[in-house]
């Protein structure tokens, strides 16, 4: 009697599989682990830092501290510290006429004297002290040129001026960045012009103080 065909048991498939998937995952979890360590890699660079270049953004007195000394003072020997270092801060003195406005085109003068065209704006302007009946205007000309400033007093619509002065009021400092004005290098310059409004009630003692920063950027 013949005996019965054995037929053999077909693989277990799915237990290979889910062995290899394990072999694999493991190897995959042992690469993981191999990329997480630390690795350190270093570049070297030097540099050389020497003070010899004299300041080509330079701020200097306009004709009306000349024409109005009872109104405008203009000193560059003044300086703050930033980082520790002494720097140049060159300051403006205002005398406002009591219960009068004074327009000025030209308090100081912002010259390039760098050999690449630079894009100039006022920013960052805070003011502090007492600033009870006082009202401050700073703008910044338009007319970009050696020599050159606005035939016109600062005014609202003015092709001759930038039309975002920094005002600074009782109140507080309501604008605090001109716009950008571009001046060209090797001397070409821009004014910078204030409306100065004094109320009939201003106080005889006490001051308002400001600061601002000229910012330059190179094209």
């Known amino acids: 009697m013949p005996s019965p065909t054995t037929t053999a048991a077909a693989p277990k498939r799915g237990w290979r599989l889910t062995k290899r998937a394990a072999i694999v995952v493991g190897a995959v979890l042992s690469f993981s682990t191999a990329a997480a360590a630390d690795v350190l890699v270093q570049n070297y660079m030097s540099t050389t830092f020497e003070a010899s270049t004299p300041p080509c953004l330079i701020k200097v007195a306009g004709e009306d501290v000349a024409s109005f000394p009872d109104g405008f003072g203009f000193d560059a020997t003044q300086t703050a510290t930033v980082d520790g270092l002494a720097i140049t801060e060159e300051a403006v003195t205002i005398n406002g006429v009591t219960g009068d406005r ?16 630079l894009n100039v704006s006022i920013v960052a302007a805070e003011a502090a ?3 009870d009946e006082k009202h401050l205007e ?28 920094i005002v600074i009021t009782a109140t507080g400092v309501t604008n605090a960045t001109t716009g950008v004005v571009s001046v060209p290098p090797n001397g070409g310059s821009v004014s910078v012009g204030m409306v100065v409004t004094t109320g009939q009630s201003a106080p005889t003692t006490g001051s308002g103080t400001a600061t601002w920063r000229v910012q330059a950027e190179s094209q």
């Not at 004074?102 to 065209?117: G, K, S």
Request: aromatic share 10%.
């Open 138 to 165: 700073v703008w910044l000309g338009n007319t970009t040129a050696t020599g050159a400033y606005p035939t016109v007093t600062p005014d609202a619509g003015s092709t001759e001026w930038d039309q975002a002065p």
């Open 102 to 117: 004074v327009l000025a085109d030209e308090v100081y003068v912002i010259r390039n004297d760098c050999t690449v065209p």
């Open 129 to 131: 002290g007492d600033w």
